[in-house]
Nanobody, 124 residues
Framework: QVQLVESGGGFVQTGGSLRLSCAAS????????MGWFRQSPGKEREFVAA????????IYADSVKGRFTASRENAKNTVYLQMNSLKPADTGVYYC?????????????????WGQGTQVTVSS
């Protein structure tokens, strides 16, 4: 079973940037696609971004496309989410997730391991 630990959340003003990290352990990292999801108060968890096991392909939610960038360093078993031009609507708890395959998906059901989440708060 893979263990995931997120870090890098915090408080930032509108237009600011944050970089989230997710450190993985427990299975061969490069074989697993990784996803980022978020949950805002009163809302269901939603897809943000995902990256294939090799890091060669990424997909994004329309709401973050052009502002967020997912990347990974397989040698460090770490995936990142660079978030720029942050908006109050980006506020929420951000979770990383690992899929049992190398293909990236938007559906949370495709991921079988989750981190504990890190809070991101964007003030207006």
């Amino acid at each position: 079973q893979v263990q995931l630990v997120e870090s890098g959340g915090g408080f930032v003003q509108t237009g600011g940037s944050l970089r989230l990290s997710c450190a993985a352990s427990g299975r061969t990292f490069s074989r697993n696609a990784m996803g980022w999801f978020r949950q805002s108060p009163g809302k269901e968890r939603e897809f943000v971004a995902a990256i294939t096991g090799s890091g060669g392909s990424t997909i994004y939610a329309d709401s973050v496309k052009g502002r967020f960038t997912a990347s990974r360093e397989n040698a460090k078993n770490t995936v990142y989410l660079q978030m720029n031009s942050l908006k109050p609507a980006d506020t929420g708890v951000y979770y990383c997730a690992a899929a049992p395959t190398s293909s990236a998906f938007r559906s949370a059901e495709r991921y079988d391991a989750w981190g504990q989440g890190t809070q991101v708060t964007v003030s207006s």
